[in-house]
């Protein structure tokens, strides 16, 4: 069961300056143990709050937008100052409502910008290297790897390239460089519109994480006037559930807050369950935050419907057998006592939820069953 979703439901334009041309400076790498993508997100869960980004908003004097370049990399006091491709990055990363994974699909849109290459082949190597570079900066990032793979694919895409000459070839990439950034980042939005259909007055809904496109569901429901109520795990180690719980309570949802441990007492009183995703994996099954798994077995268990959530550049490559089947990212853990030396802690910072315990998954590309990721991911990828 699937719909097709047109990709024109939202129109926004982009806007990017010019980038200098030097793409040889060495990459930066993260040197940390603990993922840097479980930093980040720590670091924007700290942020991403509705007074941060009226703040925010007022010192630009202006909105935030995933349109707009963040801070220029161009010059600095009237100098050149060279390109890299880590640095754009971060630059476009600092935007806490905006996804890894867009982040790093604009920098390589600035890697086609700023490229002095003169032959297609050279540039396809630079925007490759660039991508590869991308991928090593924090290898546990699923959505990092899938959405860097997914934009080297769609710009490359077109047969046009052969035969036209360079500087229109190169034109023609760029375009489709920026309207491939451009779907990514209405693709929440989309996503938001096309759950509306199964939020009804009067429902309990369980929520599992700080997911943004979760998030914006229940934002959008609410401004339609539907009446729900929502029930957020506390989300330990990070806390998420209780950040979570205080942007809905901002907005008037009711909200009620679980301990990570009562999902199976509380249950009888949910009538759905929405999750985010940090990857969507070939067999449909999902890689999200520990306890995604746990919650979707007690949910299939009282045939309450699991919905997820997930952009279409967290499509992943992958399949995962098991919960060992999967690169570690790990995280720091605090237990507010002291762990005996001997004492070993598990530090995964996510698990794997088979298909079997999914029901539907909003996308920007339509609401789909499991069993038709693999049939997109084909279509995505060839």
């Known amino acids: 069961m699937w719909r097709r979703s047109p990709s024109f439901i939202l129109d926004r334009t982009s806007s990017s300056p010019p980038m200098a041309a030097d793409t040889t400076r060495t990459p930066i790498q993260n040197p940390d143990s603990i993922s840097a993508y479980y930093q980040t997100r720590a670091a924007h869960h700290g942020v991403i709050t509705s007074e941060w980004l009226s703040?925010?908003?007022?010192?630009?004097?202006?909105?935030?937008?995933?349109?707009?370049?963040?801070v220029s990399s161009l010059n600095e006091l009237g100098n050149e100052k060279s390109f890299n491709v880590i640095e754009e990055f971060n630059s476009w990363r600092k935007q806490p409502d905006l996804a890894e994974a867009v982040a790093a699909i604009r920098a390589l849109a600035a890697v086609i910008r700023a490229s002095e290459a003169t032959t297609m082949m050279e540039l396809e190597i630079e925007l490759k290297k660039a991508s590869d570079t991308l991928k090593s900066w924090d290898k546990t990032s699923i959505s990092l790897t899938a959405g860097c793979d997914l934009f080297i694919r769609y710009v490359t895409r077109t047969?046009?390239?052969?035969?036209?000459?360079?500087?229109?070839?190169?034109?023609?990439l760029l375009e489709r460089a920026e309207k491939f950034g451009e779907i990514s980042c209405k693709a929440r939005r989309i996503i938001a519109m096309l759950s509306q259909d199964f939020i009804f007055d009067g429902c309990t809904i369980l929520?599992?994480?700080?997911?943004?496109?979760?998030?914006?569901?229940?934002?959008t429901a609410a401004q339609n006037n539907k009446l729900f109520r929502v029930l957020c795990t506390e989300g330990r180690p990070?806390?998420?559930?209780?950040?979570?719980?205080?942007?809905?309570?901002?907005?008037?949802?009711?909200?009620?807050?679980?301990?990570?441990?009562?999902?199976?007492?509380?249950?009888?009183?949910?009538d759905m369950v929405f999750v985010g995703a940090d990857g969507v994996v070939e067999s449909g099954g999902i890689i999200n935050m520990m306890g995604?798994?746990?919650?979707?077995?007690?949910?299939?268990?009282?045939?309450?419907?699991?919905?997820?959530?997930?952009?279409?550049?967290?499509?992943?490559?992958?399949?995962?057998?098991?919960q060992k089947d999967m690169a570690p990212a790990l995280r720091p853990i605090e237990f507010g006592l002291k762990i005996p030396t001997k004492v070993e802690v598990e530090r995964s910072a996510r698990d794997y939820t088979p298909p079997q315990y999914l029901t539907l998954l909003f996308t920007d590309l339509g609401v789909l069953s499991p069993s038709v990721v693999s049939d997109e991911l084909i279509q995505l990828y060839l």
């Open 55 to 70: 703040q925010a908003q007022a010192a630009v004097g202006g909105v935030v937008s995933g349109d707009e370049h963040p």
């Open 159 to 172: 047969s046009a390239l052969e035969y036209e000459d360079f500087n229109s070839a190169k034109s023609r």
């Open 207 to 219: 929520v599992h994480g700080l997911s943004r496109v979760v998030l914006e569901i229940l934002k």
């Open 238 to 270: 990070d806390g998420t559930g209780v950040l979570l719980s205080s942007e809905l309570s901002k907005l008037d949802i009711p909200v009620k807050l679980l301990l990570d441990s009562a999902v199976a007492y509380s249950m009888d009183e949910v």
């Open 292 to 322: 995604t798994y746990q919650i979707a077995l007690v949910a299939h268990s009282m045939n309450k419907p699991v919905y997820v959530a997930a952009e279409s550049y967290k499509f992943a490559r992958l399949y995962p057998l098991d």
